[in-house]
């Protein structure tokens, strides 16, 4: 004697009340290569900047006693000193001239004094600072700052 099975009926949700294309597994990108690379440009920029604005204002410090070095540099290699020797007066000056300020600050009582000396420092990290900005406002076509203004 033989047994026929029944076929069972067909309960499957997915069969009428969704399509069939929504059942397929499909991954989901939330981010695709282009849009990681602009999120990551964006994060690496904004750190370079901050890290070039950070390093800007760290080393105006050392305005003075790198014009004073650079000319000092200048003027032994113009006089003969030779490229090696006009590097190592330069650099000596550049270094005395940060060492004398230093202990000029500290050294002193008089506030006039004291103001007279930080300016002296101040002036030219100003200068470098604004030749910075105004640099930096260029790469980006903005031309509002106009010319420098004259020193003289």
């Known amino acids: 004697m033989e047994l026929l099975a029944a076929t069972p009926p067909r309960f499957d949700i997915r069969s009428e009340a969704a399509p069939r294309w929504w059942w397929k597994a499909r991954p989901v990108y939330l981010c695709t290569g282009a849009t990681a690379m602009l999120a990551l440009r964006l994060v690496l920029n904004t750190f370079g900047i901050g890290l070039f604005c950070w390093l800007t204002f760290a080393l105006a410090v050392y305005a003075l006693p790198f014009f004073v070095a650079l000319s000092v540099w200048m003027s032994a290699f113009r006089d003969g000193a030779g490229v090696f020797g006009a590097?190592?007066?330069?650099?000596?000056?550049?270094?005395?001239?940060?060492?004398?300020?230093?202990?000029?600050?500290?050294?002193?009582?008089?506030?006039?004094?004291?103001?007279?000396i930080g300016s002296?420092?101040?002036?030219?990290?100003?200068?470098?600072?604004?030749?910075?900005?105004?640099?930096?406002?260029q790469i980006g076509g903005l031309r509002w700052l106009g010319a420098r203004p004259s020193l003289a």
């Not at 000596?92 to 230093?102: E, F």
């Not at 600050?105 to 103001?115: C, H, K």
Request: no cysteine; proline share 2%; aromatic share 6%.
């Open 87 to 116: 590097l190592l007066i330069g650099i000596a000056s550049g270094a005395l001239t940060l060492a004398a300020g230093q202990v000029a600050i500290a050294a002193s009582q008089s506030l006039t004094l004291r103001v007279a």
């Open 120 to 137: 002296a420092f101040a002036v030219p990290a100003a200068i470098a600072g604004y030749d910075a900005v105004f640099a930096l406002s």
